[in-house]
């Protein structure tokens, strides 16, 4: 056989697999978000009113009764930070039993494993685009006209998203042999929920002269970047600076080939544990 027949069969093998998967991926999102709705009678308009529901809360109690912020257009301020926390908290969480949930399917079919915990963060994805509605609301009622900086939500998104998929693979492939991962996460999701800026302003730590060191915690966090690039995008209207780019592409490009290296050195084990 020539080399370029080899090379030739090579390239469809690698094409007809990339069909595959990506059928596969398109169906278990399509699953994902006619299960999510099932039987609902609001069906996808809850994705629209829930954010909006909770800004309304969360506006009410830190800016009354609270007095956690004096940022301007502070609804608009938390509900995009409530909703990009949101996307990574519902990707990572899904994310973690997806291959466990996926136990039937993979012990019948052979199938690419990697399929499930990166389709979590397309359904996550899917589910905060209807959550952008919201925010359109919200601009709208405070007349914020958008500027050219919203395209800065595009990088924004595609690097949290690649955060989420190495986040996902990491502990979805854990999980198959620690199931504490399972409790363990939702204690690490509630820590970070807070040491993240959603409902405050960095402005709380260094208008306090906190100690040098918190400040540094909470600008490595790597949501804190992400929360910061879709904020000059929509809130700010400003392009975000150097730093915060850097640590995002950073933390995307770490957890992603964390998340790979692991993944990859146990999913032969899986059909062991699952």
Not at 109 to 122: A, E, G, H, I, L
Not at 226 to 241: D, F, G, K, N
């Amino acid at each position: 056989m020539s080399t370029g027949t080899k090379t030739g069969g090579i390239a469809t093998h690698v094409a007809n697999n990339f069909a595959k998967d990506k059928f596969i991926l398109e169906q278990l999102v399509s699953k994902d978000f006619k299960l999510r709705y099932r039987r609902s009678v609001l069906g996808v308009v809850w994705s629209v009113l829930n954010p909006l529901l909770m800004m309304i809360i969360m506006s009410f109690v830190f800016s009354y009764f609270l007095r956690g912020s004096n940022v301007e257009n502070y609804p608009l301020y938390l509900i995009v930070g409530n909703i990009t926390f949101s996307l990574m908290n519902e990707s990572t969480s899904s994310g973690l039993r997806s291959i466990i949930d996926a136990a039937p399917l993979l012990k019948k079919v052979k199938v690419d494993r990697w399929v499930f915990p990166v389709q979590k963060v397309f359904s996550a994805a899917f589910n905060f685009s209807f959550s952008l509605i919201a925010v359109a609301v919200v601009m709208l009622f405070f007349q914020v006209i958008p500027t050219w900086h919203i395209i800065w939500m595009i990088p924004a998104l595609a690097l949290l998203m690649v955060f989420c998929m190495g986040i996902s693979l990491l502990i979805g492939a854990l999980a198959v042999f620690f199931r504490d991962m399972i409790h363990l996460w939702s204690v690490v999701i509630t820590a970070w929920t807070y040491l993240t800026p959603i409902f405050w302003d960095l402005s709380l730590l260094t208008n306090s002269s906190a100690p040098w060191f918190v400040i540094a915690v909470v600008k490595l966090n790597p949501m804190y970047n992400y929360l910061e690039i879709m904020r000059c995008a929509i809130v700010y209207q400003s392009s975000p600076e150097p730093m915060v780019i850097a640590l995002a592409v950073f933390w995307a490009a770490l957890a992603l080939v964390a998340g790979l290296i692991v993944f990859r050195k146990t999913e032969h084990k899986f059909i062991l544990y699952i």
